[in-house]
């Protein structure tokens, strides 16, 4: 039974920082392609930053050298630090896993089979 569970959301200041936490169990995490969406109040889910089983990164052009995807394949944890944060990264924040390495070819691809609960993001 596979579970992602986000962790880290809350309120900040805009040009603050937080670093979002997504711990995984049952499946073969490093293995897996993983990802940040986000979905803000009335706009449609949106991928943020995605990381590959061999560690390469892509990330959505909004959040290009402010936000930084990881991952720790020793913890099953992938992270998200988001730096200089604005109002319009408010969002609930959700980490997604999917074993095919099609899901990590590029921020617009979606169809992940494994979803967390989400994390609120609020920037003031």
């Known amino acids: 039974h596979v579970q992602l569970v986000e962790s880290g959301g809350g309120t900040v200041q805009s040009g603050g920082s937080l670093r979002l936490s997504c711990a995984a169990s049952g499946y073969e995490y490093s293995t897996y392609c993983l990802a940040w969406f986000r979905q803000a109040t009335g706009k449609e889910r949106e991928g943020v930053a995605r990381?590959?089983?061999?560690?390469?990164?892509i990330y959505a052009d909004s959040v290009k050298g402010r936000f930084t995807i990881s991952k720790d394949n020793a913890k099953n944890t992938l992270y998200l630090q988001m730096n200089s944060l604005k109002p319009e990264d408010a969002a609930m924040y959700y980490c997604?896993?999917?074993?095919?390495?099609?899901?990590?070819?590029?921020?617009?691809?979606?169809?992940?089979?494994?979803w967390g609960q989400g994390t609120q993001v609020t920037v003031s």
């Open positions: 997604a896993a999917d074993p095919s390495p099609f899901r990590c070819s590029s921020t617009y691809v979606d169809g992940f089979r494994y």
């Open positions: 990381i590959s089983s061999g560690g390469i990164t």
